[in-house]
């Protein structure tokens, strides 16, 4: 394969990583991949034939994709680091760690350590001192 070759596939390549990436921090690149694979235009069927691929394939492919993808963006800590855990309760809430801690009064160290030892959602969201947490 020519070096220019593995260059357009690699483009197209990217569009479909950033098109079904789940990382809050990435939302834009992601819409913009998403618009560029689904959305007719000369410019994705110049690349795709450069690239030596069949516009039309690589658009069904990146649908299939991008659908098992979803739409669900998961949010990255303050510091740009892994992405924030959530955790969701028995009534369907969903909130992060951190959320969680300031709405519990707890420390967000005292949440992860019971992540930690795998402790059910009840557990894990129990107020400190609670037989909940006594009891695991």
Known sequence: MSDELHLWRA?????????????????RARAEARRWLTTPSEDFNDVCLLAG???????????KLILEAGDELVERNQFG???ARKITD?????LTVAQWAKRL???EGAI????????????????RGSKAVAHA
């Open 81 to 83: 680091g892994r992405p």
């Open 11 to 27: 483009v197209v390549q990217q569009a479909l990583a950033d098109a079904t990436t789940h990382t809050y921090s990435h939302r």
């Open 53 to 63: 691929l069949e516009p039309s394939q690589v658009r069904d492919h990146a649908k």
């Open 105 to 107: 009064g707890l420390g």
């Open 90 to 94: 028995h009534n369907g809430e969903t």
């Open 112 to 127: 992860n350590a019971r992540l930690r030892k795998g402790l059910p959602v009840e557990q894990l969201l129990a107020p």
